[in-house]
């Protein structure tokens, strides 16, 4: 069964350095998000991309967020300068169609950790 | 009103128990709603979708009322292995998520 992959699955950083978290989307699926969990809170939607471009984004998702589709593989979620907060489970997701009937289909999650 | 409310738990029941959990919603626009569950450290997995009044699956059960903004979900004949989080998502271009509740089944 096709499934969404993310890579690293634990990112130990310093505050103020930059990241980047990765995911390879199901391969047919064009509708892509990020979302964070803060542990022992609720998952909450980060951004969500279509066609090479932001459809949505959150108040969470600041300067210091973005997102690129540099191939036609890969997703990827840059923090610029990370602070203690951004500490959460990073989640990537993929879908076939957007709207509101579409299952998003989930990765694994990447661990961020900001020291 | 928070867009997506639940009751967060603990539920802790023994193993052959039925169990419901319930979730309030905000947008009364909303047609489409989603039970997710999510074990610990792991990502969400979808678990049903409610499209109208409800829908079962086996042993679980979602049932909605739009009236009330309300939605269910029942579990018989509950296993160990059920041990999770069950989140409520409302979909719209993105998915929103209640806090989830956590449901804890002992032998």
């Known amino acids: 069964e096709p499934e969404v992959t993310q890579t690293p699955s634990h990112q130990v950083t310093q505050m103020g350095q930059e990241v980047i978290l990765r995911c390879v989307p199901i391969?047919?699926?064009?509708?892509f998000y990020w979302y964070r969990q803060i542990l022992g809170q609720k998952v909450e939607f980060l951004v969500s991309?279509?066609?090479?471009?932001?459809?949505?984004k959150s108040e969470i998702f600041d300067d210091q967020f973005s997102v690129e589709r540099p191939d036609g593989s890969n997703f990827t979620l840059k923090i610029r300068s990370t602070k203690l907060e951004d500490s959460a489970m990073y989640f990537c997701?993929?879908?076939?169609?957007?709207?509101?009937?579409?299952?998003?289909?989930f990765g694994p999650g990447t661990r961020l950790t900001v020291t | 009103r928070k867009e997506v409310e639940q009751d967060p738990g603990p539920f802790n029941v023994p193993e052959g128990a039925t169990v419901a959990f319930n979730c309030t919603y905000s947008?009364?626009?909303?047609?489409?709603f989603f039970w997710y569950r999510q074990d610990c450290r792991k990502e969400p997995k979808l678990l049903m979708s409610?499209?109208?009044s409800g829908n079962e699956d086996g042993r679980f059960t979602a049932q909605l009322n739009r009236a009330s903004q309300y939605i269910s979900l029942l579990i018989r004949d509950s296993k160990l292995s059920d041990s999770a989080t069950y989140l409520c998502?409302?979909?719209?271009?993105?998915?929103?998520f209640g806090t989830g509740t956590r449901l804890q089944v002992f032998p």
């Open positions: 997701a993929s879908s076939e169609a957007g709207g509101r009937g579409y299952e998003q289909y």
């Open positions: 409610v499209y109208s």
């Open positions: 991309f279509y066609n090479n471009e932001i459809s949505e």
């Open positions: 998502v409302v979909p719209t271009d993105k998915l929103i």
């Open positions: 947008n009364s626009a909303s047609q489409s």
């Open positions: 391969s047919n699926h064009l509708y």
